[in-house]
């Protein structure tokens, strides 16, 4: 079983920081939109309840084949929090598996920063031998399939729970 722990990850403009039950209050104002919630469902969560989904994640999976690897995504020239990258690796006869997820905040979008982001991540676990990085996309959420894309990630015919599931093998 390979359990990977999520390190400090950096890109151009971007540093990806494990993720820290302190960030939560940030995160609330981050992600407070409700439109960000349009392809995934729900609304926005209260620095409470982020806390307490922060608290949980940061614990880990109770599941020994399961490891949660949690971001939040820092502009690296001001500080400010963006956005978050997860990463939910698995393990199988291969090796490690991985599917990923990306959200940035709103007022954040249309810079590259998910693109950016996405691709730090998926370079990260390209070099810790993940055999296989997937993601699940709404069929109408362009702006995420263009993230996936960027990413090296290609969309399949395969679906789960009405989203597309795109894939990358790494070499």
Avoid at 28 to 45: C, W
Avoid at 134 to 143: G, L, M, N, V
Avoid at 144 to 149: D, F, H, I, M
Wanted: aromatic letters at 6%.
């Amino acid at each position: 079983m390979t359990v990977l722990d999520a390190e400090t990850i950096r890109t151009e403009r971007l540093t990806l920081l494990p993720l820290r039950v302190e960030q939560a209050e940030e995160m609330a104002s981050v992600l407070a939109d409700p439109d960000l919630h349009t392809f995934i469902g729900g609304e926005p969560a209260t620095a409470r309840a982020l806390r307490s989904r922060y608290e949980r994640l940061v614990a880990g999976s109770p599941d020994p084949g399961v490891t949660w690897c949690n971001w939040v995504v820092r502009f690296r020239a001001t500080g400010d929090l963006a956005g978050t990258v997860q990463a939910t690796v698995t393990t199988d006869d291969r090796g490690s598996a991985a599917e990923v997820a990306w959200v940035v905040g709103t007022a954040w979008q249309h810079r590259g920063v998910a693109t950016e982001a996405a691709r730090g991540l998926v370079a990260w676990l390209a070099t810790r031998n993940v055999h296989t990085i997937t993601a699940h996309i709404h069929p109408d959420h362009k702006a995420s399939a263009t993230v996936a894309t960027r990413a090296g990630l290609a969309p399949t015919d395969h679906w789960h729970d009405g989203e597309i599931r795109w894939q990358l093998t790494p070499s």
